[in-house]
């Protein structure tokens, strides 16, 4: 019934549209797919994306005109905001670049450490971790 008849009569195998115990090739990629449907224009497509990289900018910004700290809280806030958007959304475009997981945990991983190191930044740390001293004591000074 699913299998197509050949002009010789013999049917061919239905295919599985499961993923094989041994890949031969590569599968096609998560983040191929669009967040917005194809009558959109690119940019919109692609919004959890360009969110992200506009926050990311926004941050450099920041630093580059000398507001170190806010700048680099603004670009970590951004890849947290990452995690949450291939957490929350069904398709983010070229968000995803790996499993999900793989790509929240990426995300939130560096998302995270990147906001702490900007409130610990000298002078006048606005978060401040004891042992983070003591190690720093042992392999810089």
């Given at each position: 019934?699913?299998?197509?008849?050949?002009?010789?009569?013999?049917?061919?195998?239905q295919r599985s549209r499961r993923f094989p115990q041994l890949t031969r090739d590569t599968a096609r990629p998560e983040g191929g797919g669009r967040a917005a449907a194809g009558d959109y224009p690119a940019p919109a497509r692609q919004w959890p994306l360009l969110t992200v990289m506009g926050g990311?900018?926004?941050?450099?910004?920041?630093?580059?005109?000398d507001a170190?700290?806010?700048?680099?809280?603004?670009?970590?806030?951004?890849?947290?905001?990452?995690a949450v958007l291939r957490w929350a959304l069904p398709s983010v475009g070229m968000l995803a670049?790996?499993?999900?997981?793989?790509?929240?945990?990426?995300?939130g991983l560096l998302g995270f450490v990147i906001v702490m190191l900007s409130l610990m930044?000298?002078?006048?740390?606005?978060?401040?971790?004891?042992?983070?001293?003591?190690i720093v004591h042992f392999t810089v000074r």
């Open positions: 019934m699913g299998a197509e008849a050949h002009s010789d009569g013999a049917s061919a195998p990311v900018a926004a941050g450099l910004l920041l630093v580059a005109f170190f700290r806010i700048g680099c809280l603004l670009i970590g806030l951004s890849l947290l905001a990452g670049v790996r499993s999900r997981f793989t790509d929240m945990a990426t995300y930044v000298q002078p006048k740390p606005w978060v401040h971790i004891p042992f983070l001293d003591d």
